[in-house]
């Protein structure tokens, strides 16, 4: 299987980040992350090293595609993170006897 290799102009455009598996940060990136780490400290919010993978900081950068996704607001990005969790911790896993019926059907 061939690997593909974006362009720059695919990654990133406009300063908005478009591609985030596999592919190295900005430096820029790098700070607004660690300026997000500082922040959810001095809350005493502990970003969550999910497991299953994807983790918070692995090559994946959910952190900054959250960050993204909020236009890069730290406090915004620290409550999606919050209900995200929460939902990661109750809502997963699945199940069976609550999918049980739409599974038998194939749908």
Do not use: C
Not at 95 to 105: G, S
């Amino acid at each position: 299987m061939a690997e593909f290799t974006p362009a720059e102009e695919d990654i990133k455009s406009d300063g908005v980040r478009r591609i985030f598996t596999s592919v190295a940060l900005d430096y820029d990136e790098e700070e607004l992350l660690d300026a997000f780490r500082t922040y959810a400290r001095k809350e005493r919010v502990e970003i969550p090293p999910w497991y299953p993978p994807p983790r918070a900081d692995d090559h994946h950068h959910f952190l900054l595609r959250l960050l993204e996704s909020v236009d890069r607001n730290p406090k915004r990005a620290l409550k999606s993170l919050q209900k995200h969790g929460i939902w990661m911790t109750t809502e997963l896993p699945v199940r069976v006897e609550e999918v049980q019926a739409l599974l038998v059907t194939g749908k």
